[in-house]
């Protein structure tokens, strides 16, 4: 199910950064709400969530120290800061939301999905 939209994509050199926005204003809460990326010709990759209530972050390895997650929840809008940005970050990035359970980073655990945002990074 399609229900939220990603903006704030684009095309950057290799050490700049971008900041994603998810717009989920028409969806029902969710626990948790995270970004996924895929990479052209590659499996689907949970890179962060955040827990709604209280904004705590997680992250996953290949992303860690370098992009920030975070949630308004006064317009249930969610955040990716991308910074040192680096070829291999160069992916169509998903909002997930409606938390069903399960591992935070898996694609599983998320019923709702926005199309999408392209980034791209230039060496």
């Known amino acids: 199910v399609q229900a939220q939209v990603e903006s704030g994509g684009g095309s950057v050199q290799s050490g700049g950064s971008l900041r994603l926005s998810c717009s989920a204003s028409g969806v029902a809460y969710s626990t948790y709400m995270a970004w996924f990326r895929r990479p052209l010709g590659k499996e689907r990759e949970g890179i962060a969530a955040?827990?709604?209530?209280?904004?705590?972050?997680f992250y996953g390895d290949s992303v860690r120290g370098r992009f920030t997650i975070a949630h308004d929840r006064s317009r249930n809008t969610l955040y990716l800061q991308m910074n040192g940005l680096k070829p291999e970050d160069t992916a169509m990035y998903y909002c997930a939301a409606g938390y069903r359970g399960g591992r935070l980073l898996s694609a599983d655990a998320y019923s709702t999905w926005g199309p999408g945002t392209q980034v791209t990074v230039s060496s």
């Open positions: 955040v827990h709604t209530p209280d904004g705590s972050p």
